[in-house]
């Protein structure tokens, strides 16, 4: 069979469409225009929302409102609490060790134990040995008991 030519070309071979810049221009801006009215009510839509959240607030009944507050007065409660048992297991490691409470920064007894005996180990292993003066005036390097016992010995030595 053969093909009969309707006088119309076949869509291959139709020419291309071509645009000049003033009709590009004008469907980019069209198309821009259409844009902008998408989103035009947005400032509008932001606003009732805003409404919306201070009216759900307001409507909040006076018991959500009172447990918003305990709440907030429970966790700074139990912050408060935390604080001062830390408090205290710093107090009784300095009572028990004699390292100064506010050299101690651990959060725990172990802890706090541990800071206090590399304090302790620190400061014996730094301490300077000054030399004992009696009344003559003379150093002697040696030291024998306490102050007390040291006066004790002196006042017993004088007569």
């Known amino acids: 069979m053969a093909e009969t030519n309707t006088g119309t070309p076949a869509p291959d071979t139709q020419p291309e469409k071509t645009f ?3 009709e590009v221009n004008k469907i980019v ?4 225009v259409r844009e902008r009215e998408k989103f035009a009510d947005y ?3 932001k606003e009732k929302a805003a409404k919306f959240d201070e009216m759900e607030e307001a409507q909040k009944t006076e018991l959500e409102k009172a447990q918003e507050r305990a709440n907030k007065l429970q966790s ?5 609490k935390a604080a001062e048992q830390i408090r205290n297991i710093r107090d009784e ?7 100064p409470s506010n050299l101690l920064t651990a959060d725990t007894k172990e802890g706090c134990e541990e800071q206090a ?5 620190y ?3 730094n301490r300077p040995s000054y030399p004992s003066v009696r009344d003559s005036g003379e150093a002697t390097t040696s030291t024998k008991g306490t102050t007390k016992e040291q006066f004790e010995d002196w006042v017993n030595s004088l007569g």
Not at 93 to 99: C, E, I, L, M, P
Request: proline share 0%; aromatic share 0%; net charge negative.
């Open 43 to 45: 400032e509008a839509i």
């Open 117 to 121: 005996k590399a304090i302790k180990a």
């Open 29 to 32: 801006g069209d198309r821009l």
């Open 123 to 125: 400061t014996e292993s």
């Open 93 to 99: 490691v300095a009572q028990t060790t004699g390292v």
């Open 20 to 22: 000049t810049q003033d």
């Open 76 to 80: 700074e409660l139990d912050g408060m």
